[in-house]
């Protein structure tokens, strides 16, 4: 499994943007695909965005198409997700994942390596 650390939340208001980061240990983040969750109070972990192992494929949640994007960068161990034109609904605490298939995936039982989570808030 790898390690994963989120980054990069906080409380912005409506409209605002923010980019989360997530860091990886070890040296096989290049063979994991990558995804981003969230789960806001009293609502089950929904998917958000997911990538493939080389970057060339992602996919979105309709909620985020449009507004956000996932991306990684295999040197430097790190996917992140720009957030932008942020709404109040967004409010959750996101989640970034690890999982060995190659292609990316909507599906949380396709991850088996997960971060402790970054709270992201969003203001009227």
């Known amino acids: 499994q790898v390690q994963l650390v989120e980054s990069g939340g906080g409380l912005v208001q409506a409209e605002a943007s923010l980019r989360l980061s997530c860091a990886a240990s070890?040296?096989?983040?290049?063979?994991?695909?990558m995804g981003w969750f969230r789960q806001a109070p009293g609502k089950e972990r929904e998917f958000v965005a997911t990538i493939n192992r080389s970057g060339g494929t992602t996919y979105y949640a309709d909620s985020v198409k449009g507004r956000f994007t996932i991306s990684r960068d295999n040197a430097k161990n790190t996917v992140y997700l720009q957030m932008n034109s942020l709404k109040p609904e967004d409010t959750a605490v996101y989640y970034c994942a690890a999982g060995r298939t190659s292609y990316g995936s909507t599906r949380l039982s396709d991850y088996d390596s997960w971060g402790q989570g970054t709270q992201v808030t969003v203001s009227s």
């Open positions: 070890g040296r096989t983040f290049s063979s994991y695909a």
